[in-house]
């Protein structure tokens, strides 16, 4: 049997509970430590009263911490820092562990060799039948499919604190994930798949404010670029983020404005009428997969004007925040 730890950074969501009672459900070797990590930034430990007794004979091994709200990143790092087991396997708070889960992993972990920094687990995203899912669905399935990602990943914890943890200047877990696995990568490690298995729940439709947020991500590809290259997304076998398009109605609708403030309106209407095709153009490639109700198409039409001025916004700062960024293993230093 490998001794392993299971690290879960969250946010207190309803899914809590379901992903611990999941995990002490499950048949095999239990994890020696359980690490919550409040990320909240004003946590309120009592509401974690709930899902932690759902551990029944586990709930002593569990340990929470507080990692102040600085994001995902550092909330894993935060965890890392308190395990002493071999392996950390770092778990999503809305993943479900599957009821062989523990004893597929320790399979997973037994299979290892020394070159070996990871395994990755397998994430099933169940989706209502009748319908197209919405693209909060394929967003979620999206994420359960990508590489190395953390909702279900576990590390050597020695590779971990050598190569020192996640890079906390990243907003999105998923490039903190990326980056993370690439650097391992570097050191001649592998990461393997495993053959455990668990479920996602997708999440409700997401509300505008939360599509307009998650633009953010595009300073995280600035420093993924900054550190990986201008290819980083083909070692990750990741889709380009090519703000081609966002660029280009953000700039005619920005022509717009000043073609109107400058008295030029038929010029101005011009402009105004390219901004709109292209973002009807937007809208339409999310619109197109999905089960196009009216709350669904309501939030994508929005979301489709307001978001790639956001995104261009974002990645500008973030080209200038993190134009000489060092690597992460300097700044932790």
């Known amino acids: 049997m490998t001794a392993y730890a299971v690290v879960i950074p969250t946010l207190a969501p309803d899914s809590l509970a379901d992903c611990l009672a ?10 020696r430590q359980i690490v919550l990590v409040d990320d909240r930034a004003h946590p309120d430990l009592g509401s974690l009263d709930h899902p932690l007794g759902v551990l029944g004979d586990l709930r002593p091994r569990a340990t929470v911490l507080a990692s102040g ?75 359960a499919r990508a590489r190395w990602g953390t909702a279900d990943m576990a590390y050597r914890t020695d590779a971990l604190k050598q190569a020192r943890g996640f890079d906390e200047r990243f907003h999105c877990a998923h490039h903190a994930d990326i980056d993370l696995a690439l650097r391992l990568l570097d050191t001649g490690l592998r990461i393997r798949q495993g053959r455990r298995t668990s479920r996602m729940p997708a999440p409700p439709a997401a509300r505008w404010a939360a599509s307009l947020r998650a633009q953010r991500r595009h300073a995280d590809d600035a420093l993924m670029r900054r550190l990986h290259g201008p290819r980083w997304w083909h070692r990750a076998v990741a889709p380009p983020n090519r703000p081609t398009a966002p660029l280009a109605v953000t700039a005619t609708g920005a022509t717009a404005c000043a073609l109107a403030l400058a008295g030029h309106r038929r010029a101005a209407l011009a402009a105004g009428l390219g901004w709109a095709a292209g973002t009807a153009a937007i809208a339409r490639t999310r619109i197109a997969p999905g089960p196009r109700t009216r709350d669904e198409v309501t939030t994508l039409l929005v979301t489709s004007a307001l978001n790639p001025p956001a995104a261009i916004w974002h990645r500008l700062a973030g080209r200038w925040r993190h134009r000489s960024a060092p690597p992460w293993r300097d700044v932790a230093a």
């Open 22 to 31: 999941a995990l002490a459900a499950s048949n095999g070797p239990k994890p």
């Open 69 to 143: 709200g600085r994001g995902p990143a550092a909330a894993r790092n935060t965890g890392l820092r308190a395990v002493t087991a071999p392996w950390a396997v770092f778990l999503a708070d809305d993943v479900q562990p599957g009821p062989h889960w523990c004893a597929q992993l320790d399979r997973d972990l037994a299979a290892d060799a020394p070159d070996i920094a990871g395994s990755q687990g397998v994430i099933a995203v169940p989706l209502p039948g009748g319908r197209a899912p919405t693209e909060t669905e394929r967003e979620a399935t999206a994420r």
